[in-house]
Structure formats: structure tokens, C-alpha cells
């Protein structure tokens, strides 16, 4: 008999699931409130930073949520199987039991098609594996390999490379671009699951005490309270190394009254610094607030400095960030008296679903990455504040309902501090901090481990890859979602000068990776979106062949003192260039207006000396080698466009352009496997994007003859689009040349009535498309039922086409000499007839 808990994939043995534990025929166990008996709860209050009952308890299954409000009708019937590519949930009372998925799927369905397999023996990232629907026309089964991710060609040199190599010792800019400071969150790009609040007196431990295997001293970190010969470790004495006193014993017992106000009624969890308890406050209605001890509670003058010290913290307010009420002692003990937000920390998520699965299951990517987006504004708050959070993890991050906060505040310090104690945790701590101290850039990193180890079984995160990740083609995940693995590559670069310079500008980057991971993780069947971009424009579409001057434009930055200005030079490229040359000050926009625009007046060496005076002033000015990008592509010299594309792409990976960009210069370098990826990419993401991309996958598929591949792109331009008749084109163009058969053939010729192809070019392909269906029909006999226009095909039909189409020729033909021969060859194709 098959457990009932959601998620669990047990049986029942002796009345009792050998998974979870749970009774047989027992109902969903909440997350709260547990019964007597009931595995204890695993979520996470505010200001705890650990799991209730120190990790020891198990998981207890989700309560399910009510149904959504869009019903079960229009999606997965209640107990269906969810449809997320590797999920093996099953819908109930609405959503999927497993990833959270509403069952109204077909609503949140997006552009993609099939996952690409995962390979045996690799974690999948949640998201990974294949769903096995069809692909979408045009997009087909993306490649996964390593060989076909742009991560492996050559990247021009930026930031700190750039200054090592130019012998310079310029740091990085501080502060970031303003207008990436309203980059926030759309609604809609996908879903997660909400979490259910946690009855505080429930989540109350019954038996506070600390597993002997965690018990270890507070200065040295020696193991302490260890047992021997059978015998039980003490739970209080002194470390046998430093002489340091330890005791893992509770301080408060439920009734204490501290400091005249807050009455303890038990504890919730035991974190770095000791017991952090809840009580209420007896002050403001019995309201539950959380005490969690101070360092440097021993000595009365380093706890009131301490104390002083940490007073900032209760002027912090933000709704994504635990609120700190007081600071207060308690028999010569300090304790920081906080918001209580009963919730589940990421953390106990993961562990709920090791213990659904049996197996580590990492977090779906497309839902760490929405956890994330939404703590970031939390982020960029203190960094505007001067303070910097310090020891972020997937602990201090909690869910409640459909809402996240950051908890545990007690590691926050003033950037500029050099003198406070600095907390951390191995593994997500930046490698720079020890001799550098903690900044804005130390936080980025921390965020980036954060991803990492919430969507992969991040092994050896805190040895072996302690300060690196782990190559690309070893994980699974990161060859899936090539985006994501160039998002926590920047975030978490061993040069501080190269990670993001803020926190919004790794959230403006963020909402663009999770769109392509939406985008290739759901199924077919939804339209492709248009998705605004801060720092491009959409491409230049209905252009056959591409180059670089359709490519998407840089958006000027509205910061720049020069913008205004700029927005009044008009005329011919050489006339604007003249007056950009007399600017009152050359600005970063200045110079790029004038790199552009050399480019545009066939200036090239103009455009690429401007470019190094950018990289010179700052070598992390990504812009400056989109303009080298741009010039090599001018010039043919795929591979030095290719290392251009792709090192903008790193700096900015959830942007479109640079994979456009980067699609085009390898497919002009050969390298087809690569350039399909990110055309791919291109295709599914963004609606603007579609006939550029779809127009590049077509000439790649043609040229390797895969006919039925370069028909789907075509197809991928929808009717509203304006390159609609030039993908027409080119699709008739194909089958005609193709000619494999028939059928093909009276396609292309319905086509031509609704193309961009001039009349003499129509005339043209009508007339190929006869001669090839005649020689064909003379070849394998009649084709009575297939008709090519008006005409059966039938030899003496086909040659009646094929007349009319010669005659329309010759009357598009100016040149008697070749119009004669046309006319010659209509009489003699006639079919003879009895009159």
C-alpha cells in the first residue's frame, strides 16, 4: 500500500510508512501544530538561523493549500500527474504535491519545448530531465552538450583580467548604474508554492536538547560534550583544548520574566550564538517575539558595548526583513529581542524534499531563483544603509504564505566597520574577507553559494570547491541552463571588482535567467512574450541575410550627463559624427554615440580606437567590447566577434542581445552547435527576437540539410510580425530547392502568393517549382490528386503550369535576348491538343 502523505513515495510496512513514518490511512500531517506523537516541526522563526530542534526532527509533510482560484477544469484534473519536465508529483487540491506547480498548468505553460536529457547519475537541478512532450515547430530539442555551450569559446578580456594584462591596478567603480535601481520583479513568470504559517506555540520544542555530534566549543571549535564508554557527554564544563567554558544547557525556562517584560515560553531552536527562545511581550497585547543571546555575555562591559553597538539594527525597517524590537539583559546575559514569523526556511525545504524523495532533490531552478529575486530588494535596502548582512545562506532566507524575509540580523555590520567581529559560514563565505573584509561585493557572493547549493547537491561546497565552482560540464544543471551557470559565475567570481556591483543590478540580471529557464523548462503550447530590456532595444526584424546593424542598439543611459544632448544630434552618420566630436565633455554615452556612429560611416578604426579609450578609463565597461563585437563582425572576423559576444554575455547573462549577437559570430565562425543553442534561446524568450533567431536557424539547418528543421523555424514567425512575408520567402525558397516531392512543392507555391519576394522573383520560383514537379510526375507517374495551383499533377497539367509560369517570366523579363528563349520554351512545353 502506497503512502498518502503528499510527496512521499513510501509504502506502508507494519501499519507504517518505511519513508515518513506516518500511520497508515493517517491524514496529511501539518507543518504545525503537530499532534502528540507527530514528527516535530521543521520550519524556521525569524532570528533563529537554525532548524527547529536543531536538524534532529523529520521533515512533517505541507499542508495543502486551497484550490486556486482558477480551477481545476482549465488545467490537471485533481490526482493528474503534474506535467513539469522531472517532476513525479500528482495533483492535489490544486497544485502539484511535489514542485508546488498550480494544476492550471496549460495558463503558466511557456515557449519551450522538451528538456534536454540529463545525464545518468547527475542531479538535475529539479527542473532538469526531459518532460517528453514534442518541441514546439522550430525550436526542436536544444543541445546540452558541452560542446554546444558558449561558456566554452574564447571571451575577451573585461574587468580585472583587462587591468591585469593593460598592467594597471584599477578597482573596480562603486555604486552601479541608477537605472538599474527599478529593475523589479514581473508578476507571472512562474509560480511557487505558498508556505503555511507556523502556530508559535506549537513550534515549540518538547525537548531542548543539543545532539552530542553538534556540540562544540565557542572559541576554538573543538568538539565538547562528547561521550564515552557507553556514558553520555556532559552538557556543560570546559573545552579540553582552550579551557573555554561551554554549556549547551537552556539559560531561560518557560515563566522567566526578562527584563520585566518579555515572559519566556519555551524554546524554539539552538543556533551559533546559544538557546533562542520565544516568548511575549508582555508590554504590546502578548504578542510572541523571539530572544536570541548576545556574544560577550560574560564580560557586563564588552555585552553593554555590544549592545551599543547593535542598536542600529532596530532602526532597520524593511517588510522583506525581520524586525528587531529591543535589546535587553537578563542575568547578566544580552538578548536581542525580535519579530516572531512563523515560517519554513529554504532549508528545512530541502530537507522536506530528501525526505519526499528518498534522495537529495535540489530546488527546481526556476524556483531558487524566484526565492531569491524576491529577498534581493531586502539587499540592496541595507547596502544603501551602509550595512552589509554578512552571513547569508539558505537558513536566513524563510517563506510565509506567498512572502519571504531575511532573518537573523545578527551578523549585519556597517561596511566601514573594522574593528567588530565578523560572522560567516564556511562555503558561502567570500574568499576575500579574511584580508579584505566584507562589503557589498562579499554579500553578492554569499547569494551566488546561496544558488548554487539550492539547485544542485553541491558536494565538497565547503573542501574541495570551497572558493571555485565546479566546471560547467561536470554539472548536470549548469550545462542545462547555460545562463545560470554564467549568472553564479559572475556573482561568484574570486575578484570581488568582478561580481555584480549591487544587488539590483544581480536582480535586473536574475528576472532575465529565469525567463529563459521558464521558457525552456514549461511546455509547448504558450505564446512567446516581449520583455523590455534597461539596457537594449529589440533587434531590427524582416531583414534576410542578418549583420550586425539589426542587432539590437544600446539604450543610452538616462543618468548620463550627456543624454539630453545627445537626443538632439541628427543627420547622416558622417554629419552626426561631426558634431559629436565637438561634444562639451566625452562622456561614457558621448563615446559610445561616437563608436556607433563611426561604425555607421563606414569609420571603423575610428570606432575601435573610441572603444579602447572606454576599456582604458574603465576596464569594465562591457559596452565598449559590444562596440569591438560589432566592428569585428564589420570587418569578417567571426572569431574576434566571438570572444567579444561572449565576454558581454558573461557580464550581463540574462540580456538577449549578447546571445543574438553571440548566435551570429559563431554561426559565421562554424561553430553551428553553439549558435543553434542561442538562437534557441533567442526563440523562445522573447517575441522581438523570433525572426532574427528564427531566420538563423534556418540557414543553419538548411546548410546540414535538415529540411523538416528549417521549415519549423520559418514557421516560428507568427503572422503579425512584420518579418512574417520574408520568412514566407525564405520558406518557399527552401522547399522549391529542396524538391522532395509533390507535396512540398505545392506548398511552396501556395507561399509565394504571401511573400516579400519581388515579381520577376516569384516568377522565377513558379517556374522552378514546375519544371521540378514535371520532371518528378515523368519520373514516378501521375499525381492526380495532388494539385500545384489550378493544375493537376499530371504530366500535361504540369506542362500547362509550367507554360503560364514561363510566359509571366518573359513579361517580367526586360532583356529581349533572354525573354525570347522563354517564349521558345513556352510553345514548345505546350501539351499538344486536338481540336
Known sequence: MKCTQPGCPGTI???????????????????????????????????????????????????VPPAPSTGAASGIPEGGACQQPGCAGTIESGYCNVCGTPGDQQGVAAYAGPAAAVPAGGSGGGSGGGSGNGAPAGVGPEMSTRSAASSNLASAALGSKRAREAGSIATRRTGGSQRLRSARLGGGITTVRPAPEIDAAKALLKDPTVPENKRYCPKCGEPVGRGRDGKPGRTTGFCAKCRHPFSFDPKLKAGDLV??????????????????????????????????????????????????EQRFLAQVSHPSIVEIYNFVTHDDAG????????????????????????????????????YLLEILPAFQ?????????????????IQVGDEVK???????????????????????????????GVSVASDIYTIGRTLVVLTMEFRGYQTTYLNTLPAQDTVPVFQRYDSFYRLVAKACAPNRDDRFVSADELRSQMVGV???????????????????????????????????????????????????????????????LGVLDRAAARTTEVLLDIARTALDAGKRDVAEATAGELLTADPWEWRAVWIQGLAALERGDARAAQAAFNAVYGQVPGELAPKLALAQACERAGDDAVAENLYVACARTDATYVPMAAFGLARIRAARSDVDGAVAAYRLVPPQSSAYRTARAGLAELLTKANRGLPDLAEALRTLDDTSLSARRRAELTT???????ETVEKTGNKADIRLGPHKGTPNGLRLGLEDALRELAKRTPDLSERVPLVDEANAIRPWSLW
Open 406 to 436: 531575511l532573518i537573523d540580523l545578527g551578523g549585519v555590520r556597517r561596511a566601514d566597520d573594522e574593528d567588530s567581529a565578523i560572522f560567516g559560514t564556511v562555503g558561502y563565505q567570500a574568499p576575500e574577507v579574511a584580508e579584505l
Open 335 to 370: 538578548y536581542i529581542v525580535m519579530e516572531y514569523v512563523g515560517g519554513t526556511s529554504l532549508k528545512s525545504i530541502l530537507k522536506q524534499r530528501l525526505q519526499a524523495a528518498g534522495r537529495y532533490d535540489p530546488l527546481p531552478v526556476d524556483q531558487a531563483l524566484a
Open 381 to 397: 535596502y541595507l547596502h544603501d544603509l551602509g550595512l552589509v548582512f554578512c552571513d547569508f545562506k539558505p537558513d536566513n532566507i
Open 514 to 576: 529565469l525567463r529563459e529557464v521558464v521558457a525552456l523548462d514549461r511546455g509547448a503550447g504558450a505564446a512567446v512574450t516581449t520583455v523590455s530590456s534597461l539596457l537594449f532595444d529589440v533587434p531590427t526584424p524582416g531583414v534576410e541575410p542578418d549583420d550586425w546593424r539589426n542587432l539590437p542598439a544600446l539604450r543610452r543611459d538616462p543618468h548620463d550627463p550627456q543624454t539630453g544632448w545627445l537626443s538632439t544630434v541628427t543627420g547622416t552618420p558622417t554629419e552626426r
Open 259 to 308: 527584563a520585566g517584560q518579555y515572559e519566556v515560553a519555551g524554546c524554539l531552536a539552538h543556533g551559533g550564538l546559544g538557546w533562542i527562545y520565544l516568548a511575549r511581550d508582555k508590554n504590546v497585547s502578548d504578542r510572541w517575539v523571539v530572544l536570541k543571546g548576545l556574544l560577550n555575555s560574560a564580560d557586563p562591559d564588552a555585552l553593554a558595548a555590544a549592545i551599543a
Open 13 to 63: 510496512v507494519d501499519g507504517y510508512c518505511d519513508v515518513c513514518g506516518m500511520a497508515a490511512g493517517s491524514t496529511p500531517a501539518p507543518l504545525a501544530g503537530a499532534a502528540s506523537g507527530a514528527t516535530a516541526p521543521t520550519g524556521t522563526l525569524a532570528g533563529a538561523g537554525a532548524s527547529f530542534g536543531g536538524g534532529s526532527a523529520g521533515a512533517a509533510s505541507l499542508p
Open 768 to 774: 522552378l517549382i514546375y519544371r521540378e514537379a514535371l
